[in-house]
């Protein structure tokens, strides 16, 4: 099994930066990518950004340009720098483990960050 914890969200004012991070332990070798999703109140959750085991990145639409995934192999820890963050990126962030076949194997437990003066 995969285990994952996440780490750094908090407060944060309006065009000010963020990073998460997501270490990841146990099944390591089941891991094919790892994301970011977001979920505020009464929304849907929202795909953030996704990195592959060969280190192609893709976003969504809303934080392109802004936010950047990047992946340590060697500390099995995946980042989210978040930068000129809006008060709309106001979520709880969670990590997922994705599979060989593209499965979930793990989400994290989540982070809040919001971003608010």
């Known amino acids: 099994q995969v285990q994952l914890v996440e780490s750094g969200g908090g407060l944060v004012q309006p065009g000010g930066s963020l990073r998460l991070s997501c270490a990841a332990s146990?099944?390591?070798?089941?891991?094919?990518?790892m994301a970011w999703d977001r979920q505020a109140p009464g929304k849907r959750r929202e795909l953030v950004a996704t990195?592959?085991?060969?280190?192609?990145?893709t976003y969504g639409d809303s934080v392109k340009g802004r936010f950047t995934i990047s992946r340590d192999n060697a500390k099995n820890t995946v980042y989210l720098q978040m930068n000129s963050l809006k008060p709309e990126d106001t979520a709880v962030y969670y990590c997922?483990?994705?599979?060989?076949?593209?499965?979930?194997?793990?989400w994290g437990q989540g982070t809040q960050v919001t971003v608010s003066s």
């Open positions: 997922s483990a994705i599979g060989h076949t593209r499965e979930v194997l793990r």
């Open positions: 146990g099944s390591i070798a089941h891991i094919y990518a």
């Open positions: 990195v592959t085991s060969d280190d192609t990145a």
